[in-house]
């Protein structure tokens, strides 16, 4: 019987991540902390050496350019400014030029936005985006409600794999689910494909039934919860991402027992009245 408390030993291994935590202190408003925890004990589990760097006004460029996996978490529409004045100084292109290349990245909510081409927020002038992914997301006005509750979407794969690299997910494994709260409306433009579609749930704008978005091996996501504890399928294939374009070699990640956190998302989803 394998083990439920993941209390896997760590073998021997040649790999290693640095995973770049943007802005920590300026962007984490709904525990998005935990995505990190889980992409940093998934690994440990495998024996993968892991450092997780964050990424914030002190970060020099040189330090950038290190970085294997990038993630970054929610934030308000006044953080999110600051957040793109410094990001503006340089590191927006690095950033930029990361992904372009490959770098697998995890954005959610607000740093999608931001990661857009532009953002337009409820009061204030429209803020630029660094220009990652082909979006652009408008605040309705302060009259109109937030997009707000539990979702649960169906995973679009065939965006994941398009580019012929990794294998199909596991068996059961072909949803997300969590929370959603987000004022922002975001439109996908033609080098962006939709992450998922929306079963229960508002998505990207609540009315097109998208949910996040993908390109090259970047993920974005209205979803916290926060996302990957509940949906670590979505985090192993983040990893695999990371250590094929670092090491450049296909990669078959070690499996996990994961039935409680299969269980958890189907316990939700059944609350949603799904039947998964």
């Not at 394998?2 to 525990?31: C, E, F, Q, V």
């Not at 004990?41 to 892991?50: F, H, Q, S, T, Y």
């Not at 006005?141 to 997009?147: K, T, V, W």
């Amino acid at each position: 019987m394998k083990d439920h408390t993941h209390n896997h030993t760590p073998r021997a291994t040649r790999y290693a991540l640095t995973i770049g935590w943007l802005y920590p202190k300026l962007m984490s408003t709904y525990g998005d902390r935990g995505n990190i925890i889980v992409l940093t004990k998934r690994c440990e589990w495998r024996g993968i050496d892991v450092e997780v760097v964050p990424i914030d006004q002190t970060t020099t460029d040189q330090k950038l350019v290190t970085i294997d996996l990038f993630f970054a978490g929610g934030a308000q529409d006044r953080e999110q400014g600051i957040v793109m004045k410094d990001l503006k100084k340089g590191k927006a292109k690095i950033l930029k030029d990361s992904i372009a290349n490959n770098t697998p990245a995890l954005f959610v909510c607000g740093a999608p936005q931001l990661m857009g081409k532009w953002y337009e927020p409820a009061e204030g002038e429209r803020i630029e985006g660094v220009g990652v992914f082909d979006i652009t997301t408008k605040h309705p006005g302060q009259n109109e409600p937030r997009l707000i509750g539990n979702i649960i979407a169906k995973i679009n794969w065939t965006s994941l794999m398009s580019r012929g690299a990794g294998s199909l997910p596991p068996r059961g494994w072909e949803y997300i689910v969590g929370f959603e709260n987000h004022g922002g409306r975001t439109s996908l433009g033609k080098s962006v494909k939709p992450l998922a579609k929306v079963i229960v749930g508002h998505g990207n704008n609540g009315i097109d039934k998208t949910e996040g978005m993908v390109y090259k091996n970047a993920i974005g996501t209205y979803l916290h919860g926060p996302l990957l504890p509940k949906n670590p399928h979505i985090a192993d294939w983040i990893i695999q991402k990371a250590l094929e374009v670092k090491y450049k070699q296909e990669i078959q990640l070690k499996e996990l027992e994961d039935s409680l956190e299969y269980q958890a998302q189907k316990a939700i989803a059944k609350q949603l009245g799904v039947q998964l």
